[in-house]
C-alpha cells in the first residue's frame, strides 16, 4: 500500500495514466506542440485539432454543444469570469449566492460586494441543503445572477441545482453552478438542469491542475465581460494561449469520467459505507451533511471529544482534510460546518475523507484502524475520558 | 491544518506520553489543577500526589494539539521528584524552547502553565495530609 | 529533418525534454500529485516544495526575490494582473503604454479606458523604438502605469526599458514590463531594469504553456487589485489551486535558459545571420525592426512583389509566422509593421522567421531555399515581373 | 493567416500553374486585360493571341492569394482555342465552385473576372489585326 494513503480526491485527484499519456504525447519532442492560435502552419493546425477534440469530449460529458466550452485555468477561473463577468457586465444590481459556497465564489462575491453590488447570501439549512423557495424570496427585480454550486467540497452535499434554476428562468436571471465536485460523479445536463453557467475543473477528475472550463449558454455569451483580454481566443471570453496538453488531458479526464461514472459510483459507494460503518461504533461521531443527498465519494465527520489537530496529527498516515483552513499557524474552523450549525471545537475535529478511482478496500480498512487507534488514543488521554462532552450538543 | 512542522521531541511525546492519566492514592496526598477549555482548544488537568519529602507522582490528562499534550506530558515528568516548593518557580519557557514551540502556540503553553498553578493554588488552600479524615 | 522546419519559436517553443522530465515526475502515479495548499499531509507537503522550488529557479533568472513572482496561466494573465490590477487598484487616473504591444497589453488597456481611465498609445519610431523623452512628454500627474514590453513578439526589437523605468521611478508611476520575449534571450534583471511588474510566460522558454509568472516588486504589492478571488493563494494576488507539474516544468525550462543563454545566444545568432545571408541577394526584402537592437533569434522581412498568402503557402515546408492576423478568413496587415510605417502591402508580404534551441544549420538552409524558391517564383509569376513596384516605397 | 484549408485543385494550380506569363506573337493579334491592384490584394493580367478562328493563345500573370493565380490560370487554361465571343458568357462561378473558393474570397475572383472583361473590351476597341502597321 503506498503511503500515506490518499483519502482527498475532493482536493484534488491523482493524474490518471492514460490522461497523462495524452498529455505526454504533446510533451514530447515529436509530439503537438504548436500554438492553436497559429493555424498558418500544419504544427499549430494539429494544435488546435487536439484541443477542439477536448471541447467535444469536456462537453459530452455535460450535454453541451462543444462550441459553448470556454477552457480556463480552473474552476477558481471559471468562477470568477461566471460571477465578475455577468455582474459587471449588467453595470449594477443584485447577486444571490449560498454560505456554504467555495471561496472562488464567496471571495469573488465579496468583491461584488466591494464593487458596490448587492449581495444576499443564502444560509443552508442544518444539512447543507437550499430551499427553492429560499431562493425565490431572495431574489429582486435587478438581481442578475445566481451561483450555487452543484455538490459541496466539503461535505459533498447535493443541491437541487434544476429547481432553482427554473426559477430564475422564469425571471430571465442567470444561473451559474460550481459543478467541480459534481463532475464525473454525478450524471450531469445544462439542459436537464437548466444552468447557464456551468464551472468545471481537470484535477478534479484525474485530470491536470491549472485546467478547467466555462460552459457558456450560447444565449448567455454577451451577457458576460471578460476577466482577461488580449488575443481574441475563446470567442473573446478569455485571453491567452491555450495550453494543448491540459486541454487535451482533460478532454481525456472528462472522456474517462463519461464511460466509468456509472461502475465507479457503486464501487466508491460500497468503500464508503465500509468506512463509515468501520468508524461508526466509535461512538460520538457526527455525520457532517445531508445522510442521503450526498455524492460516493466524501464522508465528513465531527469527531467529539477529540481535538482536531492532535487527530490530523495522529492520522498521518492518512492524507485527509480537515475543518479548519490549511493556510495559517491558528486554525480557523470551517466556514462550511460552522454554517451547518456546528460549533467551533466539533467543526475543528472534523475529518473530510474522499475517496476515488484509486481507493482500494485495503486502503479502507487501514483508514479505519489508523482511526480507530487515533480517537480511542486521545479520548483515552482527555480528561473527561470517553464521555463526549456534554456542551458538546449538536444544534 | 498546520503550515508548522512539528519537532522531533514533540512527535516523540505526543507519540509516547509519559506520565498520561491520574495520580492515584491516598486522597489526602492528592492535588488537582486544571485550565483551559474546550473551546479555548485546550484543557489540561495535572494530578500529583504529594508526600512530605515532595511530588511523588504527577500525572496529566489533555485535550488539545500536540504541543499541549508534550508540554504537559514534560510537566508532569519533570516536577515528579521535586519538592512541592520546586513548583514556584517552574520554567514553563524553558519546555517551551525544548518542544520548539512555534510562536502561535505559546498560548497553549500558559494553559498547561495555569493548571500547575492551579495545583500550587489547591496544595496552599489544603496541603495534603490536612484532611485524611474526609476520607 | 522533421517537417514542416519549426522556425515559430516566438511564437510558442517545444517543450526541452528535460522539462518534459520534470513535469513527468509530477504527472506519473507516483508523483508529486498532491494540492500544494493541502500542507495538512505529507502529499500536499511534497507539491508545495516543488512549488518553491520553481518559484526561486524562475526568480534567479530575473534577479528577484522568490518571493516576488506570483504564479499565473500565462503571460496574457500576468499583463492583464499587471494593468488592471494596477489602474483598479487607483481606481482612475492615466496609463502609458506602446502601440506595438502585445494585444494581451493593447486589448487590457482598451479595456481601461472603456472603464473610463485615460490611455495614451506611444508611436514607435521607425524602427519600432521608444524614446525615453517620448515616454516624460507623455507623463501626466494622475499617471498610474506605465507599460512597455521589452522585447517585441514580432520584430525582436528591445525597448530601453531602464531608462523609461528611470523615469516613472523619480515619480513613483508603477512601471510593468512584458518579458515574455525576453526571458532567456537577454540578460534580465529587475534590479538594474528598475521595473515594479514584469510578466513571464513559460511556453516562451521551452517550458509549458499554461503556465506564467508576474514579478510584483514588494513595495507594489499593495497597489494591485487581484483579477480572480477565492483562496488566498500567492499572496492574496492570484487565487486557484497551484498547477505543480507546471510550476515545475517552468522552473526547469527557467533554470536552463539561465545556464545556456549566453551560449545560445551566440549559436542562434550566427544562425540568424546564416538566413538573412540567403535571402538578402534576393532583393527588394526589407528587414522589420532595429538592425542592431534586436534579440539574436527574430528575423522579420518584407518581401515586395509578393503576395502574402502566396508566399505562406509556398513556404509550407516551414512553420512560420506572417504579418496578417491569424484567426480570420480576411486577412489583416499587422499592426506592428504597419506602426512602424510598413504599407499594407509590405506588411502582409511579410514573415517572422524565429529561431531556437533546436534549429540547426540544415534547417536554416532549407529555409533559405524554400524562401528563394518560393519568393522567385511568385515574382516570376506577377505581373510587374521582379522588379519591385514603384509604389511600394519604405517610409 | 488563413484559417481555412486549400482545395486540392487550387494546391495543383498553385504549385504547377498551367499557361502563366504573356501571350507571344504579332502585336496586331495581341490584346491585355489587368485588373485589380496590388493594395486590393489582387492584381490580375490576361493577355490573349486572337487569331479569326478565337483564341490562339490565352495566358496570365497575377500578383495575389493562391485562389487568385489558380482562377487566372483556370480562366487562361479554358479560353484557349475559344471563339473570343465565348469570353461573353465566361461563367466564372463554375471556376469558384470547381477550386473550392470561400465566400470571403470571391471579391479576388471578381479581378479575375474583370481581366477577362478587360479583355472583351479591348477587342471590342481594337479587334486585333487592324492595326498591323503599327509594328
Ligand atoms: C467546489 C469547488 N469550486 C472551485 C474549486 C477550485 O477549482 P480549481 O482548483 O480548478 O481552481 C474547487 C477546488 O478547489 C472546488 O472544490
Ligand atoms: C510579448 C508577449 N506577451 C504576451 C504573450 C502571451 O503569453 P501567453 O501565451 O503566455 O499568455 C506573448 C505570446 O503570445 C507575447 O509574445
Redesign the interface.
Known amino acids: 500500500m503506498r503511503r500515506p494513503v490518499y483519502l482527498d480526491y475532493a482536493a484534488t485527484t491523482p493524474i490518471d495514466p492514460r490522461v497523462a499519456q495524452t498529455m505526454l504525447a504533446c510533451l514530447m519532442p515529436d509530439g503537438t506542440h504548436g500554438n492553436p492560435a497559429s493555424t498558418a502552419h500544419e504544427t499549430g493546425r494539429a494544435a488546435r485539432d487536439v484541443v477542439e477534440k477536448a471541447r467535444a469530449e469536456v462537453a459530452a460529458l455535460i450535454g453541451a454543444v462543444a462550441g459553448d466550452i470556454v477552457w480556463t485555468s480552473g474552476a477558481t477561473e471559471s468562477d470568477n469570469l461566471a460571477i465578475l463577468g455577468a455582474a459587471r457586465q449588467a453595470r449594477s444590481g443584485h447577486v444571490v449566492t449560498g454560505r456554504t459556497e467555495h471561496k472562488a465564489v464567496l471571495d469573488t462575491c465579496r468583491q461584488l460586494e466591494r464593487e458596490g453590488f448587492a449581495v444576499t447570501w443564502l444560509m443552508p439549512d442544518r444539512h447543507g441543503l437550499h430551499g427553492p423557495e429560499q431562493l425565490r424570496d431572495a431574489l429582486r427585480a435587478d438581481t442578475r445572477l445566481v451561483s450555487i454550486m452543484h455538490v459541496n467540497n466539503e461535505t459533498g452535499v447535493i443541491q437541487d441545482i434544476a429547481a432553482m434554476a427554473d426559477i430564475c428562468r422564469e425571471r430571465g436571471i442567470l444561473f451559474h453552478t460550481d459543478a467541480a465536485q459534481s463532475a464525473g460523479k454525478l450524471p450531469l445536463d445544462v439542459d436537464a438542469l437548466g444552468v447557464d453557467l456551468m464551472s468545471l475543473s481537470a484535477h478534479k477528475v484525474y485530470g491536470p491542475k491549472g485546467a478547467g472550463a466555462l460552459y457558456v449558454r450560447r444565449a448567455a455569451r454577451r451577457r458576460l465581460e471578460p476577466l482577461m483580454f488580449g488575443g481574441g481566443q475563446e470567442l473573446g471570453l478569455r485571453a491567452g494561449t491555450l495550453a494543448t496538453h491540459q486541454i487535451a488531458g482533460m478532454g481525456t479526464a472528462f472522456a474517462l469520467a463519461r464511460e466509468e461514472l456509472a461502475a465507479e459510483h457503486e464501487r466508491v459507494l460500497e468503500l464508503r459505507e465500509r468506512l463509515w460503518s468501520g468508524i461508526e461504533p466509535l461512538g460520538a461521531v457526527y455525520l457532517n451533511g445531508h445522510p442521503e443527498r450526498r455524492v460516493a465519494s466524501i464522508l465528513n465527520i465531527s469527531f467529539a ?6 487527530l ?2 495522529s492520522l498521518r498516515g492518512l492524507a485527509v482534510s ?1 475543518g ?8 480557523e474552523p470551517s466556514y462550511v460546518l460552522r454554517a451547518l450549525g456546528r460549533d ?2 466539533l467543526a ?1 475535529s472534523s475529518i473530510r475523507f474522499s475517496l476515488g478511482r484509486f481507493t482500494t478496500a485495503d486502503d479502507i480498512d487501514f483508514a479505519t484502524a489508523c482511526v480507530r487507534a487515533g480517537v480511542e488514543k ?1 479520548r ?5 475520558g470517553r464521555a463526549p ?1 456534554k ?2 450538543k449538536i444544534r | ?4 512542522s ?1 519537532s522531533r521531541a514533540v512527535l516523540e511525546s ?1 507519540e509516547h ?1 509519559l506520565h ?1 492519566g491520574r495520580a492515584r492514592g491516598d486522597p489526602a496526598e492528592l492535588i488537582v489543577g ?1 485550565a483551559g477549555s ?2 479555548a ?5 495535572l494530578s500529583l500526589r504529594v508526600a512530605p519529602g515532595g511530588v511523588t507522582e504527577a500525572r496529566f ?6 504541543h ?2 508534550a508540554a504537559a506530558s514534560r510537566v508532569a515528568q519533570q516536577i515528579e521528584g521535586q519538592p512541592i516548593e520546586a513548583l514556584e518557580g517552574f520554567d514553563i519557557q524553558a519546555i517551551a524552547d525544548e518542544l520548539e514551540v ?1 510562536a ?2 505559546l498560548g497553549r503553553l500558559l494553559i498547561v502553565a495555569d493548571a500547575l498553578v492551579g495545583c500550587l493554588a489547591e496544595w496552599r488552600r489544603r496541603p495534603p495530609g490536612t484532611d485524611t479524615k474526609q476520607r
Open positions: 471529544a477529540v481535538e482536531g489537530e492532535s490530523l496529527l480537515t479548519s483552513a490549511c493556510n495559517t499557524e491558528v486554525a467551533d471545537v475543528e486521545l483515552a488521554l482527555a480528561p473527561e462532552d456542551s458538546l | 491544518m498546520f503550515g508548522f512539528y505526543f506520553p498520561a486544571r474546550m473551546k482548544g485546550a484543557l489540561v488537568e490528562r489533555a485535550f488539545g494539539c500536540p499541549t499534550i512555534p502561535g502556540k
